[in-house]
């Protein structure tokens, strides 16, 4: 059974700062893999989706990479703001399967 | 206008009612799923569906039914809700995996958030 892991939990920065955010899973057959973003008591956001044969994916600011043979995804956060505030989550796509969520590492930017 | 919407978006019930949770997207995919969301545990699946004809019990279908009433309209309902159903219940929506590299993008509704008392 895949599981998704997200270290840390939470991570509280000064305004400014790069920042990294690690998704880990078990088991490296999957299809996709899709990083959201959630405000406090709100939906999911869609950051960013990459697909297996994909290395790494860039929205703006964000980017993420993909290793599927190590299980590993990251999310890095340039030059981060107030305004990324939030709870950042992974979701892992099993080969056949519906999408495995990690618990997510909620994000304090500090002004 | 969103393209997936939930209503209500709050909802506070007794125990032992019945409760029905809509959700409708304008995105024009055939899938859609609900999940729950619970402090400490994450998003969990409770029920999907492919098409109007095709629907699934996800992770967590005990308690809770569906109905696909058209491919933009998709309900969970709860039969006779209990206190540990509350939470945060979210529709989705993705296309079936013809959307080159966005394939199986997942689209979320803003939620609802369910008090059972």
């Known amino acids: 059974k895949q599981e998704v892991t997200q270290i840390p939990a939470a991570l509280s920065v000064p305004e400014g700062e790069n920042l990294v955010l690690n998704c880990s899973f078990t088991d490296s057959a999957i299809y996709n893999l899709q990083w959201f973003r959630q405000d406090p008591g709100k939906g999911l956001t869609s950051l960013l989706l990459?697909?297996?044969?994909?290395r790494e994916q860039t929205s703006g600011r964000l980017n993420a990479s993909l290793d599927k043979s190590s299980g590993r995804s990251t999310l890095y956060i340039a030059a981060s703001q107030p305004g990324d505030s939030a709870t950042y989550l992974c979701?892992?796509?099993?080969?056949?399967?519906?999408?495995?969520f990690g618990p997510g590492t909620r994000l304090s930017v500090l002004p | 206008d969103a393209d997936v919407t939930q209503t209500p978006r709050n909802r506070i019930t007794k125990t032992g009612k019945r409760i029905m949770l809509e959700c409708s997207q304008t995105k024009g995919h055939d899938r859609m799923y609900w999940y729950r969301q619970d402090p400490g545990l994450g998003l969990r699946l409770i029920y999907y569906s492919f098409d109007v004809k095709d629907i699934n019990k996800g992770e967590i279908s005990d308690g809770y039914s569906v109905s696909r009433q058209a491919q933009a309209k998709f309900s969970l309902s709860l039969e006779s809700a209990i206190p540990n159903q509350t939470a945060l219940y979210f529709c989705?929506?993705?296309?079936?995996?013809?959307?080159?590299?966005?394939?199986?993008?997942?689209?979320f509704g803003p939620g609802t958030r369910l008090t059972v008392l």
């Open positions: 979701a892992v796509r099993p080969e056949g399967q519906n999408f495995v």
């Open positions: 990459i697909q297996s044969s994909q």
């Open positions: 989705a929506t993705s296309d079936d995996g013809t959307g080159g590299f966005r394939a199986y993008e997942q689209f």
